[in-house]
């Protein structure tokens, strides 16, 4: 119930006057002496308590008066809604994600939200729809609920680890409005808006009019300093029985003397101090080899799930290369170092696992092995490798460059660009063709012009390949000259030496699992079944989720970390309605929350009713007070 | 045409009927012209023109004071006191003998009954300057009365009766059961009789202080009823028993209302 003219409610005041002239009446009730008194005592025993009556009667009629006048010139406006609306769909989409698990105040700023929640739910009338789509929990099924359902639902909403998009939610949640296509649709955005959880609106997509109300956030400001970054041994793979260290990047405010622990498998490897900046190093010892897991911690803040980091490594033995044929004596070198680091090892006794070749002798021989197919300096001998590829039926091959004297080009995509340490300068590159456009592959770097430059794909016999579209010369890039040749050798290495497997998501975003899997245990001990999945998805709490085959052996360990937020402050409604406009363009905000829910339903001024009302009890007055209870007789006075 | 005509037989000069002589009669007045025709005794009875004792009672009570329009209608105090004095005057000018007992709970004055033009003078200044006030009792009044009057004769009571019908009625059978003739002049005012005006008011009884709150346009039809009822229940009451029962508006005029009244006598007889 709301007013549109709150002033004029300033009207009630005037309830003083009929009160007044009531109690004044009182006094001044006329005493008439009149003797026969006993035979008006014969007609009137009950009488007198029926005038009191009328007159209290008389009094709420009046007042009901002024209060309606005050009422319709104050413009109420009723939810008149109800039986005989057609039912509304209202998705509510509640942010869980990892800024709802703050604990403020001493409560989860979770649970303002669930206030609200329940607020707005408490608008909706018993035929509504309701859709409760957690913003932290993108594959939680919503389905169609009762307001009353929906309260028991929102009641096992809890915060996740996954870095909330509101845009994502909404479009979930309109589409789930879609499909059940009611006739009164809304969606109801609750949450603390963060401002990372409206950045990811894509201005392209079609303009949505349906009408999105932004609940009033709660307004809480977070003290949050959290794990933002570790790098394992400098970004190279681990390798078994050789120290490393832990690069920590400690994230937030107030970061100099942050303490950072870090963690392998429960046992606690150190304790250091943050820097200004919020490094920190911390030791790793040698590690056997299999699967590892850890975690580096800082000291809890307000939100606790950015403030440790895990991390999940397979430490291998150095694998075992072998080069067919020439290669560029760059190549040559860096092996030469990484095998005297004992990153690799070479010797002809044992079945390589990884072969390296720049044409045919490698891709034929060895097919247990990967193979790492770097192009020789001479144009000549690409013929005979293009024929090499193509006896493997996989349809690629490398075509030459059609431009030769083209700009350079930079290295700045790919699975393996965020590793290098420098940037790499590109002269030459041939084209990796492939005849099947849909064969499976994946770029590992890739140029500036889009062009894969390192390209790896599985063949049909089987055997893993990973091409390179450009000499490793100094004609061809600037790679061998850089800080980067060495970690990218072992980078291509440690790759082809092991399946390919991410060690580290992001919280909320799937994983692939390795063949043969059969169970994911989570974080929390829960286990799930994932025989016959190629990927897990339920990846909503951060930690380590172990995949095991049947024989409960682990196959590999999957850490999963929410990303830190950006802000520690939220938006105002209003900043995020104009955020989201662009697309969502009936989003408002919930100025008058929650009265602005179902407002096109339940906003109807009523004026005319009260009006009408107004007219039915002075009609009324007018008849008690003339007429009496008894207005059928009507007699005149023979005198006064 | 009187008040009245003596209801006792007698042997005065008027000759009334003949009957069958009984053992004892008075030989004087056998008839002995019929005794010639008849050979049988008869006796000559006359009616007697007796000298009527009669008294009047007179309610002053606080009641009686009111009147409904007090600039254009008199008090029913001053109606019932020149009713009593009017009737007193033609009492005895026909020769009877009057006398007054003025009454509210009790006698508040006396005027025994006495004959001859003084005592019209007696009645005159008794009735003068009479005032309205205390509670009324009639029936305490009347048997004072009858316990005073030690031969039978006329008992008029004027009141607005508003007493205790019950004590009041039995009050006045005992009278005539002390063989008096008894007649009841009831005054009302119009406005006792029919409610006036509109809203609401509080009405405060005169007497007793005892108020009420109504609706006047509410209780008016049910008020006449309840007034209509009591008359009746008055009238009821009263003739079966022999009492004369005249109901007296104080808007009528005193005069056009007594001539018909001593009209309607003559026609009874």
């Given at each position: 119930?709301?007013?549109?003219?709150?002033?004029?409610?300033?009207?009630?005041?005037?309830?003083?006057?009929?009160?007044?002239?009531?109690?004044?009446?009182?006094?001044?009730?006329?005493?008439?002496?009149?003797?026969?008194?006993?035979?008006?005592?014969?007609?009137?025993?009950?009488?007198?308590?029926?005038?009191?009556?009328?007159?209290?009667?008389?009094?709420?009629?009046?007042?009901?008066?002024?209060?309606?006048?005050?009422?319709?010139?104050?413009?109420?406006?009723?939810?008149?809604?109800?039986?005989?609306?057609?039912?509304?769909?209202?998705?509510?989409?509640?942010?869980?994600?990892?800024?709802?698990?703050?604990?403020?105040?001493?409560?989860?700023?979770?649970?303002?939200?669930?206030?609200?929640?329940?607020?707005?739910?408490?608008?909706?009338?018993?035929?509504?729809?309701?859709?409760?789509?957690?913003?932290?929990?993108?594959?939680?099924?919503?389905?169609?609920?009762?307001?009353?359902?929906?309260?028991?639902?929102?009641?096992?909403?809890?915060?996740?680890?996954?870095?909330?998009?509101?845009?994502?939610?909404?479009?979930?949640?309109?589409?789930?409005?879609?499909?059940?296509?009611?006739?009164?649709?809304?969606?109801?955005?609750?949450?603390?808006?963060?401002?990372?959880?409206?950045?990811?609106?894509?201005?392209?997509?079609?303009?949505?009019?349906?009408?999105?109300?932004?609940?009033?956030?709660?307004?809480?400001?977070?003290?949050?300093?959290?794990?933002?970054?570790?790098?394992?041994?400098?970004?190279?793979?681990?390798?078994?029985?050789?120290?490393?260290?832990?690069?920590?990047?400690?994230?937030?405010?107030?970061?100099?003397?942050?303490?950072?622990?870090?963690?392998?498998?429960?046992?606690?490897?150190?304790?250091?101090?943050?820097?200004?900046?919020?490094?920190?190093?911390?030791?790793?010892?040698?590690?056997?080899?299999?699967?590892?897991?850890?975690?580096?911690?800082?000291?809890?803040?307000?939100?606790?799930?950015?403030?440790?980091?895990?991390?999940?490594?397979?430490?291998?033995?150095?694998?075992?290369?072998?080069?067919?044929?020439?290669?560029?004596?760059?190549?040559?070198?860096?092996?030469?170092?990484?095998?005297?680091?004992?990153?690799?090892?070479?010797?002809?006794?044992?079945?390589?696992?990884?072969?390296?070749?720049?044409?045919?002798?490698?891709?034929?021989?060895?097919?247990?092995?990967?193979?790492?197919?770097?192009?020789?300096?001479?144009?000549?001998?690409?013929?005979?490798?293009?024929?090499?590829?193509?006896?493997?039926?996989?349809?690629?091959?490398?075509?030459?460059?059609?431009?030769?004297?083209?700009?350079?080009?930079?290295?700045?995509?790919?699975?393996?660009?965020?590793?290098?340490?420098?940037?790499?300068?590109?002269?030459?590159?041939?084209?990796?063709?492939?005849?099947?456009?849909?064969?499976?592959?994946?770029?590992?770097?890739?140029?500036?012009?889009?062009?894969?430059?390192?390209?790896?794909?599985?063949?049909?016999?089987?055997?893993?390949?990973?091409?390179?579209?450009?000499?490793?010369?100094?004609?061809?890039?600037?790679?061998?000259?850089?800080?980067?040749?060495?970690?990218?050798?072992?980078?291509?290495?440690?790759?082809?030496?092991?399946?390919?497997?991410?060690?580290?998501?992001?919280?909320?975003?799937?994983?692939?699992?390795?063949?043969?899997?059969?169970?994911?245990?989570?974080?929390?001990?829960?286990?799930?079944?994932?025989?016959?999945?190629?990927?897990?998805?339920?990846?909503?709490?951060?930690?380590?989720?172990?995949?095991?085959?049947?024989?409960?052996?682990?196959?590999?360990?999957?850490?999963?970390?929410?990303?830190?937020?950006?802000?520690?402050?939220?938006?105002?409604?209003?900043?995020?309605?104009?955020?989201?406009?662009?697309?969502?363009?009936?989003?408002?905000?919930?100025?008058?929350?929650?009265?602005?829910?179902?407002?096109?339903?339940?906003?109807?001024?009523?004026?005319?009713?009260?009006?009408?009302?107004?007219?039915?009890?002075?009609?009324?007055?007018?008849?008690?007070?003339?007429?009496?209870?008894?207005?059928?007789?009507?007699?005149?006075?023979?005198?006064? | 045409?009187?008040?009245?005509?003596?209801?006792?037989?007698?042997?005065?000069?008027?000759?009334?009927?003949?009957?069958?002589?009984?053992?004892?009669?008075?030989?004087?007045?056998?008839?002995?012209?019929?005794?010639?025709?008849?050979?049988?005794?008869?006796?000559?009875?006359?009616?007697?023109?007796?000298?009527?004792?009669?008294?009047?009672?007179?309610?002053?009570?606080?009641?009686?004071?009111?009147?409904?329009?007090?600039?254009?209608?008199?008090?029913?105090?001053?109606?019932?006191?020149?009713?009593?004095?009017?009737?007193?005057?033609?009492?005895?000018?026909?020769?009877?003998?009057?006398?007054?007992?003025?009454?509210?709970?009790?006698?508040?004055?006396?005027?025994?009954?006495?004959?001859?033009?003084?005592?019209?003078?007696?009645?005159?200044?008794?009735?003068?300057?009479?005032?309205?006030?205390?509670?009324?009792?009639?029936s305490?009044?009347i048997r004072?009365?009858a316990?005073?009057?030690?031969?039978?004769?006329?008992?008029?009571?004027?009141?607005?009766?508003?007493?205790?019908?019950a004590e009041t009625i039995q009050a006045l059978r005992y009278l005539v059961h002390r063989?008096h003739?008894v007649?009841v002049?009831?005054?009302?005012?119009?406005?006792?009789?029919?409610?006036?005006?509109?809203?609401?008011?509080?009405?405060?009884?005169?007497?007793?202080?005892?108020?009420?709150?109504?609706?006047?346009?509410?209780?008016?039809?049910?008020?006449?009823?309840?007034?209509?009822?009591?008359?009746?229940?008055?009238?009821?009451a009263l003739r079966p028993s022999g009492i004369?029962?005249?109901?007296?508006?104080?808007?009528?005029?005193?005069?056009?209302?007594?001539?018909?009244?001593?009209?309607?006598?003559?026609?009874?007889?």
């Amino acid at each position: 119930m709301t007013v549109l003219t709150p002033l004029a409610l300033l009207g009630l005041v005037a309830l003083a006057i009929p009160i007044l002239l009531h109690l004044l009446r009182r006094q001044e009730k006329r005493t008439v002496v009149f003797p026969a008194l006993r035979y008006l005592k014969r007609s009137t025993r009950e009488h007198a308590r029926i005038v009191r009556l009328r007159q209290l009667v008389l009094l709420a009629l009046r007042l009901t008066a002024v209060v309606l006048i005050a009422l319709a010139g104050a413009r109420l406006v009723l939810p008149v809604g109800g039986s005989d609306d057609p039912p509304a769909g209202v998705a509510i989409v509640i942010d869980n994600g990892l800024t709802s698990g703050a604990i403020v105040g001493g409560g989860r700023v979770l649970d303002s939200l669930l206030v609200r929640a329940r607020q707005a739910l408490g608008r909706m009338g018993p035929r509504d729809q309701v859709w409760i789509v957690p913003a932290g929990s993108p594959l939680r099924p919503a389905v169609p609920l009762s307001p009353n359902r929906a309260v028991a639902e929102l009641e096992r909403v809890e915060p996740t680890d996954v870095p909330s998009s509101i845009p994502a939610a909404l479009s979930r949640a309109a589409s789930l409005l879609d499909a059940a296509a009611p006739e009164l649709r809304e969606l109801i955005v609750i949450s603390d808006l963060r401002s990372e959880a409206l950045e990811s609106i894509d201005p392209s997509e079609q303009p949505r009019s349906v009408r999105v109300v932004i609940a009033p956030p709660p307004g809480i400001s977070l003290t949050s300093r959290g794990v933002g970054e570790i790098i394992i041994s400098g970004g190279l793979a681990p390798r078994a029985g050789e120290p490393g260290t832990i690069q920590v990047k400690v994230l937030g405010g107030d970061l100099l003397g942050a303490t950072v622990r870090g963690y392998v498998t429960q046992s606690l490897l150190g304790a250091t101090l943050a820097d200004v900046d919020g490094n920190a190093v911390l030791p790793l010892p040698r590690l056997p080899a299999g699967w590892v897991e850890g975690r580096v911690e800082v000291e809890p803040d307000d939100l606790r799930g950015d403030d440790v980091r895990y991390f999940a490594l397979e430490a291998i033995p150095p694998p075992f290369v072998r080069v067919l044929g020439s290669v560029a004596p760059f190549l040559e070198e860096a092996l030469a170092v990484l095998e005297e680091a004992g990153r690799i090892r070479r010797s002809d006794a044992v079945t390589p696992q990884v072969v390296m070749t720049s044409g045919g002798p490698g891709l034929e021989g060895y097919p247990e092995a990967t193979v790492i197919v770097v192009p020789s300096e001479e144009a000549a001998l690409l013929p005979s490798l293009n024929q090499a590829l193509s006896r493997l039926r996989d349809g690629r091959s490398l075509q030459p460059e059609r431009n030769p004297n083209a700009t350079e080009l930079g290295v700045n995509g790919g699975l393996l660009a965020g590793l290098l340490p420098s940037r790499i300068e590109v002269r030459q590159a041939y084209t990796i063709a492939s005849a099947d456009e849909d064969a499976a592959g994946s770029a590992l770097l890739t140029l500036s012009d889009g062009r894969p430059w390192i390209t790896e794909w599985v063949s049909d016999s089987g055997r893993r390949i990973i091409l390179l579209a450009s000499p490793l010369g100094l004609e061809a890039s600037n790679l061998a000259s850089s800080a980067s040749m060495l970690p990218l050798i072992e980078l291509l290495v440690t790759r082809a030496s092991g399946p390919i497997l991410e060690g580290e998501i992001v919280t909320g975003q799937p994983f692939t699992l390795p063949d043969g899997a059969a169970t994911v245990s989570l974080p929390e001990g829960i286990r799930r079944q994932v025989e016959g999945r190629r990927s897990f998805r339920e990846t909503e709490r951060s930690g380590v989720y172990r995949v095991l085959d049947d024989q409960e052996q682990v196959l590999a360990l999957v850490a999963a970390n929410p990303v830190p937020p950006t802000s520690t402050s939220g938006l105002t409604a209003a900043e995020a309605a104009t955020r989201l406009r662009p697309v969502w363009q009936g989003a408002v905000e919930g100025e008058r929350w929650p009265t602005t829910i179902l407002q096109e339903r339940r906003g109807r001024e009523v004026a005319h009713a009260l009006l009408l009302g107004l007219i039915l009890v002075l009609v009324a007055e007018s008849w008690l007070a003339s007429a009496g209870f008894r207005g059928s007789r009507s007699e005149e006075s023979p005198g006064s | 045409m009187g008040l009245h005509r003596s209801p006792h037989r007698g042997f005065s000069a008027e000759f009334a009927e003949l009957r069958g002589y009984r053992p004892g009669d008075n030989l004087r007045y056998i008839d002995w012209r019929m005794y010639a025709r008849s050979d049988r005794f008869f006796v000559k009875q006359f009616e007697e023109e007796t000298n009527l004792r009669s008294h009047l009672l007179l309610d002053v009570s606080a009641s009686m004071g009111w009147s409904s329009r007090p600039s254009t209608l008199p008090t029913k105090l001053w109606y019932g006191s020149t009713l009593a004095a009017a009737l007193a005057l033609i009492l005895l000018r026909q020769g009877d003998r009057a006398g007054l007992a003025v009454f509210d709970a009790e006698i508040r004055s006396w005027v025994p009954s006495r004959g001859g033009r003084r005592q019209w003078v007696e009645f005159v200044r008794k009735l003068d300057g009479l005032e309205a006030s205390g509670t009324t009792d009639a029936s305490t009044a009347i048997r004072e009365v009858a316990l005073r009057l030690h031969r039978r004769g006329l008992v008029v009571l004027i009141s607005d009766l508003l007493v205790d019908p019950a004590e009041t009625i039995q009050a006045l059978r005992y009278l005539v059961h002390r063989n008096h003739q008894v007649m009841v002049f009831h005054l009302l005012d119009p406005g006792e009789r029919t409610l006036s005006g509109t809203g609401d008011a509080r009405f405060q009884d005169p007497e007793s202080g005892e108020e009420l709150l109504v609706d006047v346009s509410e209780v008016r039809e049910d008020y006449r009823d309840a007034v209509e009822a009591a008359l009746e229940e008055w009238r009821k009451a009263l003739r079966p028993s022999g009492i004369e029962y005249v109901l007296v508006d104080t808007s009528a005029p005193l005069s056009s209302m007594l001539r018909a009244f001593l009209r309607k006598r003559s026609r009874v007889g």
